[in-house]
């Protein structure tokens, strides 16, 4: 009797097992089918080249150009990391080589918490704190007016959350440098900077390529504190203290109207499929790179 | 010989800076969340659900937010976990030998755990008005779930990786199946992990605004049921900063207290508990 039930325990923990696998591998497809479903209808209207490339947004007369939040979400993007990546490096490069093991036990937790503080509260301090940097202080010293409310702002505060992401993924990719090439280096009267710029910046490069490369895709999405600070205008921006309104800021924001109008609604569809495949491609590059970069060790 | 030590020192230089940098820029935004939100965190914050008038500045509090916050992460944390313990057991017990599956496993985990959390909202939207469920508890809870899902998988993976093979083996010996090994070894070895991810999982479901903005909806109410509409402490942030009323806005900033509160509380027990865990690990 028992055995019998043993035996039924194991065939359901298997079939649940099975669920779960097949749950996962299915998921991005059905991500994937839904979206391009629900944007059909706005790809064959419009055509893809003049979706992607036109700049004429009028949702009531059916013109969806997603020219300028494609422009906006690639500057904010490339500003975020920009602004990142000399804190990212040196960071993560001190506390692989240099700190002491007590430096990174309280460096740690730091990074955590900084990962694990939701975006809206980064969009918060964004408003309180950068906002009116940028408004008061950076844009009279370059001679421009600005409310703060800026394509800068959004890039500063995403540079912002970027750290704590790039910054853990730095610090894996600069640990898989054998320790003895290092040394090696070392021992030949190389100084530490030297063998650090020489060897592990070196060795290291596609790793550092592909974490920034995780990074971009990382800010490419992110929504919440980035439309809280960038001021959500449409237009093409035609400086850094201009206002922007990337994709997902377009997403998030029109989520109410877009029921009444199915052109509209298949529109934002098309927006969420853009960052969808933007991520995934970004992604696998990344990822691709970093089995590389193992396999090669 | 001298312009190497002064690019050593400059660099070294760079690098504390940009280090201290971190933990400074922690504090601020800390301490600043605080400073804005203390005045105007009150018992009546904490206690009550809006009243009429509150978006006008009167009287009420954000029992709503926070109530609705706690089902809705802890309804999807739940539904999540049924996924994902199964799932990383498996990766590391029944497919311990396939490397090609666990690997191709991990990829998709990476890759779902990459899409941006507005892109779950808009799926999870699609999915809602696909089976007529209207914006509830209920389609914020799995369009969460969704989004959690390789956050918890990949925590609960990096903790049984470690758990040696060799107590594995000891206990197939006896005469154990797969399933034996797996929900009563593995679980347990693995149990302060396991609540670590769950953590985790929970702190990034309380605070994503993206996911929840097109399917739960917003309501004064505290929800009674899963198909009623729900109020989030982020999505209360968010609209409350909006409005042009200085009372409103600092009751946003007293959200956003409650709500730094309850992740930097999340993260203190994860690292409890982690630590714990490293002390009593078998290796």
């Not at chain 2, 992460?73 to 090609?100: D, E």
Request: with cysteine; glycine share 8%.
């Amino acid at each position: 009797m028992y055995v019998t039930l043993r035996k039924i325990k194991d065939r359901f923990s298997n079939a649940w097992i099975s669920a779960a696998q097949f749950f996962v591998f299915a998921l991005p497809v059905a991500i994937f089918i839904s979206l391009f479903y629900k944007s059909f209808l706005v790809m064959q209207t419009s055509g893809i080249g003049d979706l992607l490339f036109s700049s004429v947004w009028r949702p009531m007369a059916g013109q969806f150009g997603f020219y300028p939040f494609i422009i906006s979400s690639l500057w904010i993007t490339f500003l975020g990391l920009v602004i990142t990546a000399p804190v990212c490096l040196l960071s993560a490069i001190y506390l692989t080589y240099y700190g002491s093991n007590k430096l990174s036990g309280i460096m740690q937790p730091v990074i955590d918490i900084l990962a694990g503080i939701p975006s809206v509260i980064y969009g918060v301090w964004g408003v309180l704190i950068i906002v009116p940097f940028t408004g008061r202080y950076l844009a009279p010293l370059f001679g421009y007016e600005s409310t703060g409310f800026s394509i800068l702002a959004g890039g500063i505060v995403l540079a912002i959350m970027l750290i704590p992401f790039i910054l853990n993924i730095l610090i894996e990719v600069f640990r898989t440098v054998p320790a003895e090439q290092f040394e090696a280096s070392l021992s030949l009267g190389a100084t530490k900077w030297d063998s650090i710029k020489n060897v592990v910046i070196r060795r290291s490069f596609p790793g550092i390529v592909s974490a920034f490369g995780l990074g971009l895709s990382r800010a490419f999405g992110e929504t919440i504190a980035v439309l809280m600070v960038v001021g959500n205008v449409v237009g093409i921006p035609e400086n850094l203290f201009d206002p922007g309104y990337p994709l997902p800021a377009l997403i998030a924001n029109n989520y109410g109207e877009m029921l009444s109008i199915p052109m509209f609604d298949s529109a934002l569809m098309f927006a969420a499929l853009i960052l969808f495949v933007v991520v995934v491609i970004f992604n696998m590059l990344s990822r691709g790179l970093i089995i590389y970069l193992e396999k090669r060790q | 010989m001298k312009i190497k030590k002064l690019e050593e020192r400059f660099f070294y230089l760079l690098m504390i800076l940009s280090t201290s940098f971190l933990a400074i820029l922690l504090l601020f935004i800390v301490s600043i969340i605080i400073y804005k939100g203390l005045p105007s965190l009150s018992w009546e914050m904490l206690s009550q659900t809006p009243k009429g008038g509150y978006y006008l500045g009167r009287e009420g509090g954000l029992l709503n937010a926070i109530v609705g916050s706690a089902y809705l992460a802890s309804g999807a944390v739940i539904l999540a976990l049924s996924v994902s313990l199964p799932l990383s057991l498996a990766m590391n017990v029944h497919l311990r030998n396939n490397k090609r599956i666990i690997n191709s496993i991990r990829l998709i985990l990476d890759l779902l755990w990459g899409i941006p959390s507005v892109v779950y909202g808009a799926f999870g939207f699609t999915i809602m008005i696909y089976l007529g469920i209207k914006a509830s508890l209920l389609a914020g809870i799995i369009t969460v779930s969704v989004f959690i899902l390789p956050i918890m998988v990949r925590a609960m993976d990096e903790v049984m990786k470690n758990v040696p093979f060799t107590l594995l083996e000891s206990a197939f010996s006896l005469g154990s199946t797969k399933r034996e090994v797996a929900f009563k070894v593995v679980t347990r070895q693995c149990f302060p992990g396991i609540i670590t991810a769950v953590l985790l999982a929970f702190g990034r479901g309380i605070g994503d605004v993206a996911a929840v903005l097109f399917t739960t909806g917003y309501t004064d109410n505290i929800p009674t049921s899963l198909m009623d509409q729900t109020a989030t402490l982020p999505l209360a942030v968010f609209f409350q900063l909006g409005s042009p009323i200085p009372e409103v806005q600092n009751r946003a900033y007293a959200a956003a207290l409650i709500l730094t509160i309850i992740i930097l509380t999340i993260s203190v027990v994860t690292r409890f508990l982690s630590r714990k865990y490293h002390k009593t690990r078998i290796n």
